[in-house]
């Protein structure tokens, strides 16, 4: 079922006239698919099929951290790209060092595991919304506190640290952006040291058995992987299971309230829901690859050393895959979309994700009667990247 635009969009304001969530990205639909930014050197590309060609070309490299810069790292004070910790981040690595670090955390998330987790994640959203009858904050007190307890669990890490993954995920999303800032490393590199800390700290406890920890320790008694490298997956799963699942929880129900779309939620299979509201408002919107030799596309030649920027959510809307792609269509027949990247990176914790979300949704549309928004979302400007940070709606819970 098609929503159109209407104007009770909840994105809609006196002082931003643009209804869409993604007003910052959709310009680029005007600009070539594929083109160079003279003035960041680095390539954009905004066409979902030369971003899915891209995504999977052997000559683009996803470690980026490594072998990239641009002319504001060249200009910069940093010592260098990244933090060694988040060099190691295996979604910034490349086959057959990506394969295998990832091949030790696979069991977490396999379809058994994740079927295992949805009482769980079904409790914890309970928990959350009781004693809840005319409002809430979606981010504040279901998505941040949903998220850090289901991928602290996941770990074995204890539930107090929770919290904390709030305060330390604004500092790795800016550590990853700009690190060419001295102030900006000295944060992340704060947050990912006390991640560290956090991590030494429960394995000198017992670790359950089949956590994320568990497998990083085991491997680490093998020989697989040395000790940094449980710091580094551990941060990364702390990261992304928690910075991605908790925004995109937040984008979802904005994105359902759209132009009075929240009463046709529950009139689409769950799965297919989910799908529409990932592709119409990408959590992750752009990630980033370095080309190890020259790669043709779309007419264009990238050099060997150039950085590439795929912006996963312009992709998403492209009118060329996608008929209407600024409308939310619960029955849309989405081949793929590519929220979750695609090939040998694809997300690791889709399932999860899409767990986590489905669940909200399905909680909050059958047990809350005309949920609306309770005023604009407020969001902020983190060095270039648009964050939902309130989104309060009011309803009836029955």
């Not at 002082?15 to 960041?40: H, K, N, Q, S, T």
């Not at 641009?70 to 910790?85: D, F, K, N, S, W």
């Not at 981040?89 to 060092?97: S, V």
């Amino acid at each position: 079922m098609k929503v159109s635009q209407a104007a009770g969009c909840p994105y809609r304001d006196d002082d931003r006239p643009a209804a869409d969530p993604c007003a910052d990205y959709l310009p680029l639909r005007g600009e070539e698919p594929v083109r160079w930014d003279e003035d960041l050197e680095v390539w954009i590309v905004s066409g979902f099929r030369e971003t899915t060609a891209l995504l999977r070309h052997p000559a683009l490299s996803a470690a980026w951290p490594q072998r990239g810069t641009t002319t504001l790292h060249r200009a910069g004070e940093g010592e260098g790209r990244a933090a060694e910790v988040v060099r190691r981040w295996f979604m910034f690595n490349d086959d057959p060092e990506h394969a295998a670090a990832r091949r030790i955390v696979v069991p977490l998330f396999t379809a058994d595991r994740l079927a295992a987790m949805r009482p769980v994640v079904e409790e914890l959203v309970d928990e959350l919304l009781a004693g809840r009858t005319d409002g809430l904050e979606v981010m504040a007190d279901l998505a941040v506190p949903l998220s850090s307890r289901v991928i602290c669990r996941i770990l074995g890490l204890p539930e107090e640290v929770a919290p904390r993954l709030h305060e330390w995920a604004p500092d790795i999303a800016a550590l990853l952006i700009a690190d060419y800032l001295p102030e900006v490393r000295t944060r992340g590199l704060r947050a990912l040291q006390e991640i560290a800390d956090v991590v030494d700290e429960t394995l000198r406890s017992e670790v359950r058995e089949g956590t994320g920890l568990w497998l990083l320790w085991n491997a680490h008694r093998e020989g697989a992987i040395e000790a940094a490298d449980i710091w580094a997956t551990a941060s990364l799963l702390i990261y992304a299971g928690f910075e991605t699942t908790s925004t995109f929880i937040g984008k979802a129900v904005r994105a359902a309230l759209h132009a009075d779309a929240w009463a046709l939620l529950q009139s689409g299979e769950p799965a297919s829901v989910v799908d529409e509201l990932l592709r119409f408002d990408t959590s992750v919107q752009q990630v980033a690859r370095v080309a190890t030799a020259p790669v043709e596309v779309s007419g264009h030649l990238i050099q060997e050393g150039d950085l590439v920027l795929l912006m996963l959510g312009v992709a998403n809307r492209d009118p060329a895959v996608f008929a209407d792609p600024d409308l939310l269509d619960y029955g849309r027949e989405i081949r793929r979309h590519l929220a979750f990247g695609f090939g040998a990176h694809y997300c690791l914790g889709a399932g999860l994700a899409r767990l986590e979300s489905e669940i909200v949704l399905e909680r909050l549309g059958s047990g809350w009667a005309g949920l609306v928004p309770d005023g604009q979302p407020v969001t902020r400007q983190h060095f270039g990247i648009t964050v939902l940070e309130r989104l309060a709606v009011r309803g009836t819970a029955s």
